[in-house]
């Protein structure tokens, strides 16, 4: 996880100095500002019908964090909840730091001056819906994860499309989020994982024979794929078509990257519960001993 953490931190950085530090960053960005009626996008509907976060933002963060350490209290993970109360919240914070930290000099003639890299409405719901896919029981995850999805790209891409915010800074809030995450995720549980080297075991790796329905779980991907895709265009839709284009991808690619991350750790560290009440890794020794590392 350490890996895809600090990969996500260095990719946040350089999308910073790209689109924030640059002139051909920002006249990418600012090229089409104003140039299409807020008020007609799907975008605008939603800000104003309260889709969280766009509105209501500081209960999102608040219900979304107080859910997810409810959720892994309930599976007494204790590492999974110190985990979520702090990566939820610290991701948010660390979005409204670096933007006191770092700014963005204007380097073109634009309206467009804001400093605003990365988004924090679009940290809170990526945050949020990362610390779900943690937690949630799996049996719920095949109708959680994709409502989660939308939601991610709906949202993401309303904020964009509004005008709060540029495609960079959409992107660069699911690099900090999955960069907080993982690196958080890997000190709650280092314990166990320093466990596992020291006693030399490794969990067996399962041989599988071709599956019937391999087929079918990969329609499923491509329909979350494209249910994610066809929420962020909706978002959008109503501003310039290749406007609507841009920044419902924006959002797509925003949920599907925190889904895939998010998804991808939570695979990692399910057999995390198991062992932490074990305490010991049990291994036997060439005489037929039971040794406790």
Do not use: C
Not at 108 to 126: E, F, K, M, T
Not at 226 to 241: M, N, T
């Amino acid at each position: 996880m350490i890996t895809g953490g600090l990969t996500a931190a260095a990719l946040f950085f350089a999308l910073y100095v790209f689109f924030n530090l640059t002139v051909v960053g920002q006249s990418l960005e600012n090229g089409w500002a104003w140039k299409y009626e807020v008020f007609d996008t799907v975008g605008y509907w939603l800000h104003q019908h309260d889709l969280p976060p766009i509105a209501h933002d500081r209960a999102t963060i608040a219900v979304g964090t107080l859910l997810a350490i409810g959720i892994a209290a309930v599976s007494r993970d204790w590492r999974t909840v110190a985990w979520v109360a702090i990566a939820t919240p610290g991701a948010v914070l660390a979005s409204e730091g670096f933007k006191m930290v770092f700014g963005r000099p204007l380097l073109i003639d634009s309206r467009d001056d804001a400093v605003s890299y990365p988004s924090g409405h679009a940290v809170i719901v990526l945050a949020v819906s990362a610390a779900l896919i943690v937690v949630v029981p799996k049996g719920w995850a095949r109708w959680v994860v994709p409502a989660l999805g939308v939601w991610m790209a709906l949202a993401t891409s309303a904020i964009v499309v509004i005008g709060n915010h540029r495609p960079s800074e959409i992107i660069g809030a699911a690099l900090l989020t999955i960069a907080v995450f993982t690196l958080t995720g890997t000190v709650a549980h280092s314990s166990f994982l320093r466990l596992r080297m020291s006693s030399g075991t490794r969990h067996p790796v399962a041989t599988e024979a071709p599956s019937e329905d391999a087929a079918p779980r990969a329609w499923t991907l491509v329909g979350l794929v494209a249910l994610i895709a066809v929420a962020g265009i909706v978002a959008a839709w109503g501003a310039l078509p290749w406007v609507t284009a841009i920044d419902g991808a924006t959002g797509a690619v925003a949920s599907l990257l925190v889904l895939r991350v998010m998804s991808e750790v939570r695979l990692r560290i399910a057999d995390i519960p198991q062992n932490r009440t074990v305490g010991v890794e049990q291994r036997a020794s060439p005489a037929g001993e039971t040794i406790r590392s």
